[in-house]
């Protein structure tokens, strides 16, 4: 499957890893949009939202347990805000669940 965060995930991309464990993994992003900017996947190849089940939730919640420390260690000492686009409306480039951590200032009240 041609999906560049399972390449990221096996090694053969090269990321900035901030944290990994047996279900997931977090990097920064290439293109950051904040002084802070880590993207949390699982290992587990979920599209996006629209493919999250009760099959394979447990990951998604282990990303939401994990996403405190990852977001602290990472600078977000005063808050930080998690994104994730789902499908084109959303401009998903990605095809690959992912979970933006954005943080490191004070960010602007738009969400589109
Ligand atoms: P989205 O638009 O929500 O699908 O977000 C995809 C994100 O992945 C964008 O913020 C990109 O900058 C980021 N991205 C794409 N390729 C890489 C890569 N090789 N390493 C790190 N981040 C990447
Ligand atoms: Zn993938």
Not at 6 to 15: A, F, H, T, V, Y
Not at 60 to 68: D, G, K, L, Q, S
Not at 83 to 105: E, M, R
Request: include cysteine.
């Amino acid at each position: 499957m041609d999906c560049i965060f399972c390449k990221i995930i096996k090694g053969e991309i090269p990321s900035t890893k901030v944290y990994e464990d047996e279900k997931i993994l977090a990097f920064k992003d290439i293109n950051p949009m904040a002084p802070v900017h880590v993207l949390v996947i699982p290992k587990e190849h979920i599209p996006s939202c629209d493919g999250i089940t009760a099959q394979n939730s447990a990951v998604v919640a282990h990303i939401f347990e994990n996403i405190p420390e990852i977001a602290k260690k990472c600078g977000c000492t005063n808050g930080y805000r998690v994104i994730t686009n789902c499908g084109d409306d959303a401009k998903q480039s990605v095809k690959h669940l992912h979970f933006h951590i954005l943080g490191g200032k004070s960010l602007p009240e738009n969400m589109g």
